[in-house]
């Protein structure tokens, strides 16, 4: 006879691990596509975002979303996040945790202004509206920054590509 109860276990594991994996999908689309209004819905109220760079953290939804806007807000931006490899692991009904690969491309103007890759290391909650990040660690393990200069000054830039963030 089937255990019906470890079934159901082993069913919601799999199913909260497309969940995480299909928020991280959406959180890589809304930086992508700037949808600002859509973002937020992807982080919990007291998310803390560490992107591995100095000046480039942020506690609270807000003040990340704010930080994400400014630095990739301008149409001029153009971003590609490339999200592969995830490891998730279900700790319980309501807590997961995350490895992701990410290759990403940041073009600003008709410029390469970064490329690089590096990993993500997450903390999920799931809440009432589902699974959200909490914890957001990025580390790159390489990384190229081209800056054109004219008369002395970049061409393109952000906050926090130079360092004021």
Known sequence: MADWHALDARIRIIEDTE????????????????????????????????YGQPGWRCEDRDALVAFL????????????????????????????????????WVV????????????????????AAGWRIQRLDLRYRYREDHAVFIDGMPAWTTPALEGRS
């Open 19 to 50: 969940a995480v994996k299909k928020l991280m999908a959406r959180y890589w689309r809304c930086l992508d596509d700037k949808l600002w209004d859509e973002l937020p819905r992807c982080f919990t109220p007291d998310v803390v975002a560490d």
């Open 69 to 104: 806007r400014e630095n990739e807000g301008a149409p001029e931006i153009r971003i590609s996040h490339g999200g592969m490899n995830p490891e998730v692991e279900i700790e319980s009904t309501t807590a997961a945790s995350g490895i992701f690969k990410l290759h990403d």
């Open 108 to 127: 600003i103007g008709s410029q390469t202004r970064m490329r690089g890759f590096a990993q993500y290391r997450m903390r999920f909650l799931k809440t």
